[in-house]
């Protein structure tokens, strides 16, 4: 299994960025997705999920109402739309897949994982 997250770099705050996370080695469609991520010196924590169909999403509070969580099952990506972006919002983000039916916000319960994408937000 691979999964391979783009889109991130170097944006303004109170800008957009979207990161996209291309999946292979497993059959995308059966996979409830996440998106984490990581500051420097802080643990990994939750940002957002999907279920296998893309019916149902959940959000960290910190990014509720401005990040949108998406999935194209034909294409075997999710992707993370982020808007008003913050300088807090600076971390390493990991895409992740479960193999379990439900959608979780915990990281442990995650079974496979990209190498993650820098997002900076600058001042």
């Known amino acids: 299994v691979q999964l391979q997250a783009s889109g991130g770099g170097l944006v303004q705050a109170g800008g957009p960025q979207r990161l996209s996370c291309a999946a292979s080695g497993l059959t995308f469609s059966n996979n409830p997705m996440g998106w984490f991520r990581q500051a420097p010196g802080k643990e990994r924590e939750f940002v957002a999920a999907?279920?296998?169909?893309?019916?149902?999403?959940y959000y960290a509070d910190s990014v509720k109402g401005r990040f949108t969580i998406s999935r194209d099952n034909a294409k075997n990506t999710v992707y993370l739309q982020m808007n008003s972006l913050k300088p807090e919002d600076t971390a390493v983000y990991f895409c992740?897949?479960?193999?379990?039916?439900?959608?979780?916000?915990?990281?442990?319960?995650?079974?496979?994982w990209g190498p993650g994408t820098q997002v900076t937000v600058s001042s």
């Open positions: 992740a897949a479960r193999t379990a039916y439900w959608v979780d916000s915990r990281a442990k319960d995650y079974d496979y």
């Open positions: 999907i279920s296998r169909s893309g019916s149902s999403t």
